[in-house]
């Protein structure tokens, strides 16, 4: 493949349907789990404190994890690339371990399913970064140029809508008709069909010395978080925005059954609808950031965010109906998840870029397993925040403060990531 002149349509295509299964998979884990293991079945199999404890230990496990896989597969030297031979191997594994969080050893609430629930989640998130973080790597090295990072992003968004509404809409259907456990069974087969294709399609240039990265552990993480471009983004999107979106994604059961009061399946098609809306807006935000730039829509796109989850409080607070006023609040944030869809990726091969100039090194998946580190910690303080306000304030029709507060701490946590994202130095 030379990368200056793109990989062609059907190469973007098998590369960007990975991306069904990243989104897929992911999502499902932020939306249902502490609803599967605090309130579904009519039952509980933990109690909802220490099931964001839980949680949280997977995700920090998870974020210790990506550094270190985007360090080895940097420094790899297989005949198959530095990205190809990881996915391979770690895909079945993550379908595994993504069922088996469905199956905990006790019947009813037990503190044994705590700990099951944060091993099984430990796991799932080692075998999520080992397929994921060498599969985001190859963006930046097989394509080059400003507008064929957008193009391939933009195959990736969609890739990452159809997953999303797979996991959506899909989710709601089997959950509603069959139960979690054959949701659960369904979504891991589709996930590791999806990165068949990268895996099958995609042969990376030969190693060279180009591709030798003579730095310790240490160091090379070091360097990620002295580059000046990369901290305001790691920062500001990574964390930030992330964390605030993550409390909403995992808050969506609660918002529809309690505030909105409608059966649970309308969580995942009210995401649905919200993934619609994103999918109509990738064509503008394609175009807005060849026109004005990455740096300006993408700042642009965490503020709308912000605004968007502050209102999610306004849910039953207004003389509209609140379902239909909750559906649409839910569907206008498609808007700035759009963004994130088309430009997250781009930002950071422009920022490798950067460092590529200043290092000397072709270092991509270190870039992506130290946005890893800080995007899964922040994810993990979401399900922590999300069920310690649920714990605090209440999560039923009858206490429903802990309900309305969560967009109330999303739009905080999100505008914080917007005031620090605009201090992002790279222009194009």
Not at 395 to 412: D, F, M, Q, R, Y
């Amino acid at each position: 493949m030379d990368k200056n002149n793109g990989l062609g349509l059907f190469k973007s295509l098998a590369y960007s349907s990975g991306n069904l299964g990243t989104l897929l998979i992911s999502q499902l884990m932020v939306m249902w789990l502490v609803f599967f293991y605090t309130a579904a079945e009519g039952k509980a199999y933990a109690a909802v404190l220490l099931v964001g404890y839980a949680i949280f230990f997977g995700r920090i496990v998870d974020a210790i994890a990506d550094p270190i896989v985007g360090y080895f597969s940097d420094k790899s030297r297989s005949r198959l690339g530095r990205r190809i031979p990881f996915i391979a191997v770690g895909t079945p594994f993550l379908g595994l371990s993504w069922v088996l969080l469905f199956y905990p050893p006790a019947a009813d609430e037990a503190v044994i399913n705590v700990l099951y629930l944060a091993a099984v989640t430990g796991f799932f998130w080692i075998f999520f970064t080992i397929v994921v973080a060498p599969y985001l790597a190859l963006l930046p090295e097989i394509v080059s140029s400003h507008r064929q990072r957008i193009n391939l992003a933009t195959y990736q968004a969609y890739f990452g809508i159809l997953g999303l509404f797979i996991a959506f809409l899909g989710s709601g259907y089997l959950i509603e008709h069959f139960g979690f456990r054959i949701m659960a069974i369904a979504m891991g087969a589709i996930t590791f069909l999806s990165f068949c294709a990268p895996v099958l399609f995609i042969r990376e240039t030969p190693w060279s010395a180009a591709k030798e990265v003579d730095l310790s552990f240490t160091s090379a993480v070091s360097q990620c978080f002295r580059n000046k471009p990369f901290l305001y983004y790691v920062l500001g999107f990574s964390f930030f925005a992330m964390m605030g979106l993550s409390v909403v994604t995992a808050g969506v059961p609660f918002i529809v059954t309690v505030l909105m009061k409608a059966p649970v399946a309308w969580a995942g098609y009210a995401l649905g609808i919200m993934l619609g809306v994103s999918f109509l807006f990738f064509p503008v935000i394609n175009y807005s950031a060849k026109r004005w730039g990455k740096r300006v829509v993408f700042a642009a796109i965490l503020l709308l965010m912000s605004i968007c989850f502050f209102l999610l409080a306004t849910i039953g607070k207004l003389p509209l109906p609140p379902f239909y006023h909750g559906l649409f609040l839910i569907a206008l944030a498609g808007i700035p998840v759009s963004g994130i869809f088309v430009l997250a990726n781009p930002l950071l091969a422009d920022i490798i870029d950067r460092d590529e100039a200043a290092t000397g090194f072709r270092r991509e998946a270190i870039y992506f397993g130290a946005r890893g580190l800080i995007e899964k910690t922040a994810i993990g303080f979401s399900a922590l925040s999300l069920t310690q306000l649920l714990h605090g304030f209440g999560k039923t029709i009858e206490e429903p403060l802990g309900v309305t507060l969560i967009g109330v701490v999303a739009g905080i946590i999100a505008f914080i990531g917007f005031l620090i994202f605009r201090r992002y130095p790279l222009e194009k």
